[in-house]
């Protein structure tokens, strides 16, 4: 029987040693990603997130900033940074396939182009970072999508436009969002009108926040105007128009001159019409003059009455001077201006059948008026009238006599004069 020698002991724990040698990477390696990973994860962290515009509308176009900071004391290497969204476009996807070391204390910003071709809505995508080491980043970005706009409606406007008259449209404009737009601008047009100002420019609107702005238009037809406003949210222009019908119709709301009280004296050749010019309409009616037309000719000392500017409901006298020989009637030619200097003219017709004769100076407008004269009724002319037939001079004489008397009785003079009788 051949005995076998034992082997050392070292020889029979070769390979038990071999085996740990082999697995011993395969399970520390694991351990030591997840350490690198939850380290690197520490070290970075978001700093700003920008988004322009803040709140998209539909179909819109913006940016995404983001910006990361290595707050560790080691650079970080980083693989990809991507924006992750299955709703909103990236249009720029992958484009940050390569970044590279990030230094300790140092940042990096990534701008990613989106459009927002979605419903209303608030939507997610996701920031995601890749390490080239070992883990990930993953950080989600609400953005919000709300295509309401601003809000224009008509404040005030006539419902009867006159053609050829200028008038006054004022509109609101609201912002209905909940962030700022910008750029805001209103262009009036249609057929048949024409406006005082070609566009108005309201500039930014903050959220909630109403603006109001005033048109004057003159239509000459019956037509439909309309009020463009365009505004930018972000970069993205966006329009919206406001359509107002504009029906025309005679409206009395120019300056309207009424003659009335009416007077014709006659003094040898030289005829002299007086009277009042009421303003009955229901704007101002400035420059205004008053003269004669053919067949008269004006003469001195009135050969055109200047009243000047009159407001409306108010009123003033005139007194021109001219001859007509041989004439029936005349013309009597009232001018005015309105606001913008549009010459307005009017003619009245005054008959020269039955003045009143005169072998003196014409008189003043207050003067009385015989009878058979073609003066019309209203006016201050009937209280000249009556002031010309009350005696004056009779009144005058009593009140004289009663102040004489009371002066006489206060110096005692009738008491001297009834002792001296008495005696």
């Keep these: 029987m051949i005995m076998q020698a034992k082997r050392p002991a070292i020889t029979r724990l070769f390979p038990v040693f071999l085996i740990l040698l082999i697995v011993s990477p395969v399970l520390l390696s694991p351990v030591s990603a997840a350490t690198d990973a939850g380290t690197t994860t520490a070290q970075i962290a978001i700093t700003d997130v920008q988004l322009n515009p803040e709140i998209f509308m539909q179909d819109d176009t913006g940016t995404l900033k983001v910006r990361i900071t290595n707050n560790g004391a080691e650079p970080v290497s980083i693989d990809r940074v991507e924006l992750l969204s299955d709703d909103i476009t990236v249009v720029n996807y992958q484009t940050y396939d390569k970044v590279g070391s990030l230094g300790a204390g140092n940042s990096l910003e990534f701008t990613f182009l989106l459009e927002a071709d979605v419903q209303d809505g608030t939507y997610f995508p996701i920031f995601y970072v890749d390490f ?38 004022t509109l609101s404009v609201g912002n209905a969002r909940d962030n700022q737009v910008s750029s805001v601008t209103i262009v009036p047009h249609g057929q048949g009108i024409t406006t005082t100002q070609s566009a108005l420019f309201i500039g930014t609107l903050q959220p909630d926040v109403e603006k109001q702005v005033t048109f004057e238009v003159t239509v000459e037809q019956a037509t439909e105007m309309f009020f463009e406003v365009a505004y930018r949210n972000g970069p993205n222009e966006h329009r919206t128009t406001l359509s107002l019908p504009a029906t025309t119709g005679d409206r009395k709301v120019s300056a309207e001159l009424v003659v009335n009280s009416i007077e014709v004296v006659q003094s040898g050749t030289t005829i002299t019409i007086s009277g009042d010019v009421t303003n009955a309409g229901l704007k101002d009616a400035k420059s205004v003059i008053v003269t ?52 307005s003219k009017e003619t009245l017709q005054i008959s020269l059948r039955n003045p009143v004769q005169s072998s003196s100076s014409p008189p003043s407008q207050n003067a009385a008026v015989a009878p058979g004269s073609n003066r019309r009724p209203g006016g201050f002319g ?42």
Excluded: H
């Excluded at 970005?141 to 706009?149: E, F, H, K, L, N």
């Excluded at 009937?382 to 009371?406: D, H, K, W, Y």
């Design 132 to 169: 080239t080491s070992a883990g990930s980043m993953r950080y989600p970005v609400p953005i919000r999508v709300d295509d309401s706009g601003i809000v224009v409606s008509v404040m005030d406007a006539p419902s009867t436009f006159s053609p050829g008259e200028k008038d006054t449209i």
């Design 382 to 423: 009937m209280f000249g009238s009556g002031i010309s037939q009350v005696p004056v001079l009779e009144i005058v004489a009593i009140i004289g006599v009663c102040i004489a008397g009371i002066v006489i009785w206060r110096k005692g003079c009738i008491r001297r004069l009834r002792d001296r009788f008495r005696k």
């Design 292 to 343: 004669v037309g053919s067949p008269a000719q004006p003469a001195d000392p009135n050969p055109v009455y200047v009243i000047g500017a009159l407001e409306p409901d108010d009123f003033s006298s005139f007194e021109v001077t001219c001859t007509a020989a041989g004439a029936t009637s005349v013309p009597l030619l009232i001018e005015y201006r309105d606001d913008d200097g549009m010459v």
